[in-house]
Structure formats: C-alpha cells, structure tokens
C-alpha cells in the first residue's frame, strides 16, 4: 500500500539505500501546534529547535490555519493540521485548541521546556528502510503490545525563516525547524504490518527530508515506538 504522492524534482538523483531500526526503549514524540500570526509561539518555535539533533526525543511542528485571518498567512499552515490539532482533544486531555500546544507522548504537556521521563520500554519494533524515493516501514508488535495498532507519518523540514510583515509578530523574523510539510495516518491494524510511502530526498530549497515515523495503540493513541530516518544525500 502506498501513501503520499510526493515526487523529487527531475534534476536530483535518487537518495541512496538507508535504513533505521527502533526496537526497547521508544523516544519522546513531541507534536508543537503553532502559528507564525501567533505572538506567543515564538519561544515555543525557538524550544522546539533546540531538540534538533536528540535521540531520545522527536519533534514535529504542525502549522495551523486559524490565526490567518488576523492579518498574517502562515505559509505553512494546514487546515489538515488544525483538524488533527482537534481530533487530538479528547485523548491529549485538554477540550479546545489553542497555540502553542505541546502535545509529549499525545498528552497536553504545558511544562515545556521542561519534559516528562521518557518511557522505559518499547512495545513494538519499528524500522524504516528508503530505496531510492520510496521508504518502506515495517512494524512487529511485541508481546505486551495492545491487539490493534495504528501509525502516523510525517514528512519534515528544518531551516525555514520568515521575515512576518503582519499580524501579531509583524516586523518580526521567525526560524522554523522540525516543520511538517506533509503527514498521513495509516488506519488500524492487527499483528505486523508492512508498508511504503512515496518521499522525495530533498524538499523546499533543496532541504533534506526526514521522515518521522510513530506506532500508535490504535484505541488510546498512545505512542508505542517511534523512529525518524535522515538519509545522506
């Protein structure tokens, strides 16, 4: 089955063959729901930058849509974003939306930047495997595991500045990391699972893409593995 549909410019040469495997001990998943019309987001951008480069801790920064009509579009906000940002309500623990949000193992954490401990063992195996501008992810639940699985993906850039002209932050110049630029959520699932999904090796500007990975328990939508795969190219 194949999810996406990104496809990498003519003039770049396929990525080459690597591969990552996430098995015991899964890293913290931190989702960050922000906006550049948001003039508290800015320190929650500027924190979730400096986990860049962390093994123990995996980042993703969702652009909403909302604060476009105060003056300022963000252009990489998703009304797709803000609706997650929603469906995530019930399970994160909190019954709105509201920016900046840091979402850590799918609750609401507003203790950032501080964080929770990280979970002491992994109840799935997770690896991820690109050959040329396609990357294969295979999941085997371990014996502990919840009898349904499920999985989201997401495709991220880092680098981005803007230079705000509007709105809130106008005059101001906001650096982005860790920012999603495509996402997908594979539906439930029993035992192992196999699948592939389209990834273009370099995105806007010539910018790698890493791919981040999380298996979810397809019920509470708790993570139980996560991995993230950064190939050279």
Not at 34 to 50: H, K, Q, V, Y
Not at 113 to 131: I, V, W
Not at 144 to 160: K, S, V, Y
Not at 210 to 218: E, G, H, N, P, Y
Request: aromatic share 8%; net charge positive; with cysteine.
């Amino acid at each position: 089955m194949t999810f996406g549909g990104l496809s990498a410019p003519g003039a770049i040469a396929a990525p080459p063959t690597c591969r990552v495997e996430a098995a015991g001990a899964p890293p913290r998943v931190i989702e960050l729901y922000t906006s550049e019309g948001c003039n508290s987001c800015p320190p929650a951008d500027r924190w979730l930058s400096s986990l860049l480069g962390r093994d123990d801790t995996l980042a993703a920064a969702f652009h909403v849509d909302y604060w476009d009509r105060l003056g300022w579009r963000d252009r990489f906000g998703s009304a797709r974003h803000a609706q997650r940002q929603a469906q995530l309500q019930a399970q994160s623990g909190v019954g709105f939306s509201y920016t900046p949000q840091v979402l850590v193992d799918g609750r609401d954490w507003r203790r950032w930047p501080a964080l929770p401990p990280a979970a002491s063992a992994g109840r799935a195996t997770l690896a991820l495997q690109r050959e040329g501008d396609r990357v294969h992810w295979q999941v085997q639940p371990g014996a502990d595991a919840p009898a349904r699985l499920a999985l989201w993906w997401a495709l991220l850039e880092d680098g981005h500045v803007t230079a705000v002209k509007a709105g809130e932050n106008a005059g101001v110049t906001l650096r982005h990391d860790h920012v999603v630029r495509q996402f997908g959520v594979v539906p439930p699932w029993r035992g192992s699972a196999a699948h592939t999904i389209d990834v273009p090796a370099r995105g806007e500007g010539g910018r790698p893409v890493r791919v981040l990975a999380v298996v979810t328990d397809a019920t509470s939508g708790a993570p139980l593995q996560a991995a993230q795969l950064r190939c050279p190219v």
